[in-house]
Structure formats: C-alpha cells, structure tokens
Nanobody
Framework: RLVESGGGLVQPGGSLRLSCAVSGVTFHYAAIGWFRRAPGKEREGVTCSADTGGADLYVDDVKGRFIITRDGTKNTVFLQMNNLKVEDTAVYYC?????????????????WGEGTQVTVAS
C-alpha cells in the first residue's frame, strides 16, 4: 500500500515535499518511483529510488530541482521539489516498480498510490 501526502498549492519558485508511506513490500529491496499526470497529458515517470542507492531522473526539466530520498526507518520515500514551475502542476503518484528495478515507464509499475495534487500558480 502506498499513501502519498504533502501536495498543495504553491507559488512559482516555491517548494513542496511529498511523502509516500510504503507498506506491504520489503522496503529495503523495493524500487519506489514518482510519476505525475499533468492536465491533458499522459502519466510520465519523474524519478525513482532503488535499494542500490542513487536515483534516476526521467524528466530533464526537474534535474537540479527535484530530489528523491528514502528513510528505511520509516518506510517512507520523499520527493523534495524546489523552484517549482507552473508546468509542474500535476497529480503526483508514488509507485512500486516491478522486480525492484527503477524505470520511468508506466508498464513497469507494480502498484500505484492514489496520488496527491500539486498546483503551482501565482
């Protein structure tokens, strides 16, 4: 089970931190991703963190602005979003990826959270 929180309304240039509480999987071995669906667009992979450490980023525009981290003591993954832009407005979904491997492809998602709305507007 994946439960996201932390979404909301923020002005351009602001920051938000999304949280994803993970249960039902062995957190240490799980690859956890963040996808998003902007209005009128398909869902896209944003970033992912696997047990091997490090992180993958799948959207060029978020590089240097979005950071994914994980806390094994709380079975929680975070997405720190800085310098937010209007085009970051979307529903953000936490995901468990198949086979413990990171991917930005929706086909590779094993389970989805319900999503949390992020709106960037002045």
């Amino acid at each position: 089970r994946l439960v996201e929180s932390g979404g909301g309304l923020v002005q351009p240039g602001g920051s938000l931190r999304l949280s994803c509480a993970v249960s039902g999987v062995t957190f240490h071995y799980a690859a956890i991703g963040w996808f998003r669906r902007a209005p009128g667009k398909e869902r896209e992979g944003v970033t992912c963190s696997a047990d091997t450490g490090g992180a993958d980023l799948y959207v060029d525009d978020v590089k240097g602005r979005f950071i994914i981290t994980r806390d094994g003591t709380k079975n929680t993954v975070f997405l720190q979003m800085n310098n937010l832009k209007v085009e970051d407005t979307a529903v953000y979904y936490c995901t468990v990826m198949r086979f413990g491997r990171c991917s930005g492809v929706t086909f590779d998602v094993a389970s989805w959270g319900e999503g949390t709305q992020v709106t960037v507007a002045s």
